[in-house]
């Protein structure tokens, strides 16, 4: 049945139009008393329903079955009553209490749709409910009062109390449902009580004498807001009748500065073209003047309350950080300027505490945004705690923090509040994924007691400082000392110089070769860039090419590398500089990696050289393989299906370079120069080394030693079953023109002592730039 119902909600105004036009027709009492209480009698299953599926709450429910019994019985009241005027005491009080119900059950969906604005448009509708009071005072009660004679109370009471709730109805109707989406309910709910108002004006209007002896057509009118109120609740889109309004601003605004412009004006308009009656006259007159006044100054206090209200969330809004709650930029700035103000009075030293998170892209790029926000968050919640009372925390940026310290007791105390800051890091951040770990890297800046510095400049100072504990490994605290500046200003330079390197001609490439160790055949060389500046300088890529990463200059001047290396090999390999199978390894960064078209530039650099993909090394590192694994895992597999072998360089210094090797295509493994290094005489190296080697003969990869530097260490490297080497031993890294008699001379002496033949090692120092 209540399926039925709520696909024929339109049925019950159409039904009770219907009946309406029948009562109206047969001009029967008893017959339009009867039909109207049947009508009303249906409100119990009809609420019952509604309250069963949720839709209506119960003391709602009980309310519109109250106030629809309410006018059923003052009808039946009224019809009971023999002619005259509109009935008894009993029917007043009826007609009274339904009414007032009306305004409560409006005044209850009123709140639910506008919460805090709903005070404000209750105050607009006393205005314009006592604007009406007084219009009706002097235009319908005072006249009906000489007419009614004895009964005064009874006249006041029925002549006036009826518009007046109708206009705040009415009102509420304006202000309600003018902004709203027009659903079935909320078009059958406006109609009903519409409908109520006006059947109230109508039996006001018959009650003063205004319509004769015949009260039908506010009966009727009644029937048809019972039935639009039963569709009201009945359609499914019910639930938009008491959904919560946004705030802001709305259309009904106009509506209600007219209503109560009008209600201020009507009033005065009709009480200055009429004269009071008599005393008692001038009395209500004055009072209800008085009281309309006292109203209009309430509603402007009230006004102007929430505009101040308005005006502080505006301003907590724009000074707060909508996700943790943290104070903002704008509001940091201000409380480090107050508190240098104040530094000038004491012996404080204001402190700043730059927190900035290490890699959280990867947070966001592989968990999502969701789990960043949440991160950010927990972090917020930790640094709040583990502060003192007098500091703020400020987040300023994506994944930037700041803590003001006001009052900074000495150097030592604030060194170790950012370790203690450092140290919350260390616990795991719960996510639904599982727990991740992030660091920090803090910068520390003092403010001297009566510096002159602004609150900028004590911040830059942090971010500076905060850059060179990101510079020194992360996850680590440097405190700020002028010369910082010195070396972001240097950064700052090569990182503009960068720029036009390319254009400039100033980017060399170098090449060092690798060795067979058992032939002592040079089968390969590394590629690896130089830059020499205008003014000569020469700046190592260990210097630029994170600067070169980190802005992306890399992408082209990484490509620029690829060809130049290529072009070179294959020029050595036409010119019998080396073996015509001889390869070449070219470093390739994560960011280069990360770049969709990577493998097509690789490929175009292979055809334009017309070197063998199978004589191309690309070097990558673990970064990638680690923050963007399918990223990574991706690009790799096109490579190789180029033909194109790829080498993890720099094994062992990693974290997890071993499960690499087990995920990722690739084929060479570099052993680390800092396990190199100590091979020869520390048991731990060698120790590491053996059991690298061993992994990598076991799954079949080609291995490359790098940085060899003596004999002892080659040898070793030879007994532990390393094949290939590279280092300053056999030849410094090289220009172009250098490398024929370097191969020659390393290949005319074959194989290394203990290696191979013996023969006494060749050093090949790196040459100077030419300037
Ligand atoms: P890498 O790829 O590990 O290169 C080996 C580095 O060790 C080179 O430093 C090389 O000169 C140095 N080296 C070689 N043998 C010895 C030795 O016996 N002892 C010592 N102490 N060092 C030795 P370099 O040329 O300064 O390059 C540093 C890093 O810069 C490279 O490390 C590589 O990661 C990066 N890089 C160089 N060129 C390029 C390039 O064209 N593209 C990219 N993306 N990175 C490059
Ligand atoms: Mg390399
Ligand atoms: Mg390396």
Redesign the pocket.
Known sequence: MAGRLRAQSWWFPAAAGVLALVCLLSRSLAFQTVTYVVVAVMAVPIVAISIRRKTVTTPLGLGMIGLIGCSAASTIVRAKTPGGFGGSDAAEVLSLVSMLMLVGGVAVVAHNRRGRNFWGLLADGGIVALGSWLFAWVTLVRPSLDRAGSDQSLTIFRSAFEPLGSIVIFLLIIVLFSDTERTKSVVYFSGAVGLAIVSGVLRALHDSGHMGNNSAVATCTSLVAVGMLYGAILDPSVETLFERQPDGPSRPLLGRIVATTAALLVPIIVMSATTPKDGSDRLVRTLSVGILASFVTLRIMQALRSNRTAQEELLHVAQTDSLTGLPNRILLLEHINATLRESWKGELHPTLFFIDLDRFKNINDSLGHAAGDSVLCTIADRLRLTVPARTTVARISGDEYVVLDPASPSLEAAMELAHQLLVQFREPLPLPAGDVFVTASIGVARSEPQSHRSADVLLRHADTAMYQAKDAGRNCVALFDETMHERVAHRLTVETALFRALDRRELR??H?PILEMTTGDVVGF?????WQQGDGTIV???EF?PIA?ETGT?IPI?AW?LNEALNQLRSWCDDGVCSPTANMS????PR?LADPSFPSVVQEALLSSRVSPHQLWL?V?EGIMITEPELALATLRRLRSLGVRVAL??FGTGYSSLSLLQKFPLQRI?ID?AFVQGVADNSNDRALVRTIIAMALSLGLDMVA????TVQQLQVLSELGCTKA????IS??LPPDAMRSTVAALERMGAWPGVGRSREPVLVP?PELAG
């Not at 070219?586 to 960064?589: G, K, L, M, Q, R």
């Not at 790098?706 to 530097?709: F, L």
């Not at 590279?726 to 031993?729: D, F, M, P």
Request: without cysteine; hydrophobic residues 30%; charged residues 30%.
């Open positions: 490439m170098y060092q590394e590629a690896l860039m130089r190592s890529p260990a090419i990463e890399i990484g590398a070219v470093n390739v960064s280069q070097e590192t360089d720099d570099k120069r790098e940085g060899v530097e590279q280092g300053y031993l410094h890294p790196e």
